[in-house]
């Protein structure tokens, strides 16, 4: 439930602006899954740069901003502009606006609504706020190999040596990444107002001015409370705003007022903010605290949020399988963090996911209608059905994807490789179509590769490292394709009607599998009429027996049996 925005004044001073009880939050979404390592679109002066755009397109005609368009002013390619798009559409506060609900043939010529893509195109230059060093380097060295296990790589670490060095206790919190991004939003707040302005013709000082539609806009980067775009309009929030008929278009108000008002409220924001997590660091326990402890290297380590703005953590889990379905989770949003030598399934209708830093585990995701972000991970095989999926500097892992538009590739990657989706669970085609994901278009094999370096990360790459196209996922070869089988847990409560894979298998991939299945049945039928004595059979049986359970252990699946016969 979204905090009750009740206007506060100070007594010492009558004409004070009124500041809202609510605290004010930053979206995570522009910040988690908007930004790209294009390095056109990082600006040294963001108003110099984006001028020109607002300047263009202003006009009541021309408010949006299609991918020809935006490739020419930018000069970058119409894969990058189509990319741009794609990506906005994914993180916009709107569900109505035309781009969210646009068809995939649709979004080029529809293209986005000029306020937010300066919004969007301005907070490329956002920097994420760097992991504390580990207290311990000497126990980390002790515990992972210090070796990289690729020969010529750049770097000291591996990705996930780097993650694992800078274990989750000593990586921001939510409420330490919350704080540097209402910190960044508090340092560019005139810039960002400046160009969501309209200038007003004559002598005044107070020359710009922003409407209501224009400050609204600004829901893009923030709000109030817990529900996000669903809670209370963030013109309402605002003293200048709340009270307007809705019948008349309010009056615009000077770009002085709505900055004072924004930075005070920021400001009031951010002292508590820095008051939960010195409460925190000093072990003061926090009803209100977002970001929840989680059980080390336990299945029970998996969290739901207090609110619907806050994700659903799943974290440490280890040797171990763990599943959650839709009934389990109380968010719309789901990180998988530092799961090790497990398989994972979340089996439920997310709008965004991220895997961070994981290693030798299986995961499974349901249907995401936003984005999924993979960072950081080594020797995971991940099966996702998905609106666009991001990974960033993984290794030797496997994405076994159902898009409905192009992977994107980005950072110090090795080793990697993608197949078709290989895996239904009973609900699967209502999730998918409940987040507005399309299974008869799969884009999986279409990757796009950009930057290694990471402007908004400077960990993502070696000091000094010129920059270059990040390397790109190999196909999986269609003979070394299998089906996934997802165990029915809830075979009583299952109300799905999804049998198959909804998402078609390429014709190179279903004729491997017909002709796997073909030689499997003509194997079993060999067997089945083999000139053998019983006692023969018997020790045929014995060895088939033997050689199964020698694969169980090689590949770690004895361990999803025991859990099988667990549940």
Known sequence: ?????????????????????????????????????????????????????????????????????????????????????????????????????????????????????????YIQSYKRLLPRSHKDSAAVADVWPSMSAFDGYLSALSPLQLVRSNSRRYMPSQADEEAHQLSYLQKHLANILSLLSEHVEGESEESLVLTMEGFEHLGFLIQFGDKGSGGVPLSQAAPFFANSDPDMPAAPVPVSQVHDWLLQTIASSLESITEKVSAKENGSPSGSDQDIAMADASPSSAKASPSARSPCFVEGVSKSSYVKQASDLKSSSVKVINCHDSTIYILAPLRYAIIYGCSDATIVLGAVGKAVRVEHCERVHVIIA??????????????????????????????????????????????????????????????????????????????????????????????????????????????????????????????????????????????????????WKRELSSALHVYFKDWLYASGNIRQLYCLQGD
């Open 1 to 121: 439930m979204a905090d009750p925005i009740e206007p506060s004044t100070s007594s010492s001073d009558p004409n004070s602006i009124p500041i809202p009880t609510a605290i004010l939050h930053p979206r995570r979404e522009p910040f988690e899954h908007g930004l790209l390592t294009i390095q056109k679109l990082i600006f040294n002066d963001p108003v110099q740069a984006l001028t020109p755009l607002k300047q263009k397109f202003a006009s009541p005609s021309t408010q949006r901003v299609d991918s020809a368009a935006l490739a020419e002013l930018l000069q970058i390619s119409f894969d990058h502009s189509r990319l741009v798009l794609e990506t906005l559409a994914s993180v916009l506060h709107s569900e109505s606006d035309p781009l969210v609900t646009a068809l995939p043939d649709d979004v080029d010529s529809i293209g986005a609504d000029l306020r937010d893509l300066i919004l969007f195109l």
């Open 386 to 535: 998905a609106k666009r999926v991001c990974i960033a500097n993984c290794r030797e892992c496997v994405f076994f994807l159902g898009v409905n538009q192009r992977p994107l590739f980005v950072g110090d990657n090795h080793k990697l490789q993608v197949a078709p989706y290989n895996t239904y669970y009973s609900q699967l085609e209502e999730h998918l179509t409940e987040v507005g994901i399309v299974s008869t278009i799969n884009r999986w094999d279409e990757a796009l590769s950009i930057s290694v370096i990471d402007p908004h990360d400077s960990l993502s790459h070696p000091a000094g490292v010129s920059d270059a196209q990040s390397e790109s996922a190999t196909c999986l070869d269609p003979d070394q394709l299998t089906n996934f089988l997802i165990p029915n847990w809830f075979e009583n409560e299952s109300t799905g009607s999804t049998k198959d894979n909804p998402f078609p298998l390429p014709d190179a991939y279903m004729t491997s599998q017909q002709r796997n299945q073909k030689n499997l049945s003509e194997i079993k039928q060999m067997l089945r009429e083999a000139p053998l004595e019983e006692n």
